[in-house]
């Protein structure tokens, strides 16, 4: 254990693997199987502009990768900012995500937004309108970010492959099951991003909803249709 580093183990413990078991969802005879399972959380972390990022870290800056995310061709930068809310509360160290995007956005935690005193709407990742802004201040220079703070809508990645095995698309919603030591859940409202064939199969949740769950302790995860409400009462 001594030799692994605080990554490794994070690697390890955080991704639950779990080869989905075919079930009443696998009806379509092109579907092949999906990809394991994973479920990982995502941190508290910002998406930058280009612009941004000069701003932020100097004319010319180009991020750097620390490490690598499940996802190919995604990484957690080197570089990070902090966050300030209203009343100067803030969060020191807020990781960027790579590469850059077309909008900059802030992806927090229901606690996380506690600390700085902002109330966050959960939003797919990409609806920012109408969403808090914030401060955001680098080594040189800061910027106000009009709106784009939100707690990131549970969700899971798949690309067409899977979602042919699942039977869904992308804004449909699924279950999530996850069997851990004293505290087994359903997650509800984990929405799908159907993404391209170089997307894997993977949710994320944010540390809020990792800890409730005690994911990094779970010995099964379980991805489920969400079913139609089936009882007879007409109210439904
Ligand atoms: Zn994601």
């Not at 010319?60 to 570089?79: F, R």
């Not at 995007?101 to 600390?115: C, K, M, N």
């Not at 969403?131 to 707690?151: D, M, Y």
């Not at 929405?191 to 540390?207: F, S, W, Y």
């Amino acid at each position: 254990m001594a030799t692994l580093s605080r990554d490794d183990v994070e690697r390890v413990v955080r991704s639950i693997l779990s080869q989905h078991v075919g079930n009443s969802a696998a009806t379509s005879a092109t579907a092949g199987p999906p990809n394991p399972l994973v479920v990982n959380i995502s941190a508290r972390h910002c998406h930058l502009t280009q612009e941004h990022v000069e701003v932020l870290f100097g004319k010319g800056h180009q991020l750097t990768p620390m490490k690598w995310l499940y996802q190919e061709g995604y990484y957690a930068a080197e570089e990070t900012v902090a966050i300030v809310g209203p009343r100067r509360r803030m969060l020191p160290e807020v990781r960027i995500l790579g590469p850059c995007r077309g909008d900059s956005q802030v992806e927090l935690a229901f606690t996380d937004s506690i600390s700085l005193g902002l109330e966050l709407p959960v939003r797919i990742s990409g609806d920012v309108q109408g969403t808090p802004g914030c401060l955001i201040v680098g080594p040189k220079g800061s910027l106000e970010l009009k709106q784009g703070v939100i707690r990131a809508m549970r969700h899971v990645h798949m690309n067409p492959r899977e979602m042919a095995y699942y039977g869904v698309k992308s804004g449909d919603e699924m279950h999530l099951r996850v069997e851990s030591p004293g505290c087994t859940t359903v997650l509800e409202n984990v929405a799908v991003r159907g993404g391209d064939d170089k997307i894997k199969l993977e949710v994320h949740l944010d540390t809020d909803e990792g800890n409730a769950i005690n994911l990094t302790n779970a010995t099964k995860v379980e991805l489920t249709v969400a079913k139609p409400h089936a009882c007879a009462c007409k109210t439904h």
